[in-house]
């Protein structure tokens, strides 16, 4: 189902991309108390310490020296890259690892599942086996039972956010408070 020949990654984040919580499977053997399933929140991560940090990093972005009209046109891809280092840095903070502030290695690997399109169809048993398969050696049952229980609930939460969206989206397109236009149908490129 997944291709497991790779290395698991240390630390597995499952992010729900309509919902302020997500999933970090912490898999490392050297963490206190072993490895586990946590549930956090998107609000712990983007407070002000980490808002004050990307304006501090575009900040310098922008204001270098040797800034020419190549370098600026390039400026969206260096703000996805602050902006993706410093929530990752954020999100090993709040798992209790420390990482020095002049480096973005949080000391292991971290591995992302998008849970959007295809996995949001998977069936209970079909996400159990997916779990196993990449998770089953580095968590034990209960902890493999626990996160699959998480995961359900938020794959549900998550369902239920894109019917609201879309709900939403046809409201305002009939009362023409939409805009221009919205999306009615998407493919998910399967």
Known sequence: MFDTGRDNADITLCIFPHLREFIAIDAREDRPGGPAVLSLSISNILGEEFFSKIEDDFSKLIRRQDVGFM?????????????????LKRI?????????????????????????????????????????????????????????????????????????????????????????????WESSGN
């Open 71 to 87: 370098e600026l046109m390039s400026i969206p891809q260096q703000v996805e890259a602050v902006v993706r280092a410093n929530s």
């Open 92 to 184: 090993i903070a709040e798992l209790g690892i420390n990482v020095p502030d002049d480096t973005n290695d949080p000391g292991g690997t971290v591995g992302v599942l998008f849970f959007a399109g295809s996995l949001l169809s998977f069936e209970e048993d079909q996400l159990r086996e997916a779990t196993t398969e990449l998770f089953g050696r580095g968590l034990s049952t209960s902890t493999l039972n626990e996160l699959n229980d998480q995961l359900l609930k938020l794959i549900k939460q998550e369902r239920e956010s894109i019917s609201e969206s879309t709900k939403q989206d046809l409201a305002g397109l009939i009362t023409g408070k939409s805009g221009f236009y919205v999306t009615l």
